[in-house]
């Protein structure tokens, strides 16, 4: 790819981290299941901007922000919460 292409997915990634970043911080910050799925949208975009830019160490940094979005995803989307005893 020329670097202008490589330039220009890298700008639209931050845009896209931006954008999902925020609806993330300000939905979880409100008890708000879809931030967990915001989250988990921007990681794409984390690892893009990231591996374009040859930032090692954020990138590791990134597989453990994809664990723990994928956690709350999973206690609030997936897991069975109990019935309360009525």
Avoid: H
Wanted: hydrophobic fraction near 50%.
């Amino acid at each position: 790819m020329s670097p202008e292409t490589l330039k220009t997915i890298d700008a639209v990634s931050q845009v896209f981290i931006g954008i999902f970043s925020l609806l993330a911080i300000f939905l979880v910050g409100r008890k708000n299941k879809w931030g967990f799925v915001c989250g988990l949208l921007q990681q794409p975009f984390w690892f893009t901007t990231t591996i374009l830019n040859g930032q090692w160490i954020i990138v590791a940094l990134n597989v453990v922000f994809t664990l723990t979005w994928t956690y709350g995803f999973y206690e609030w989307w997936i897991k069975k919460k109990p019935k309360p005893k009525q």
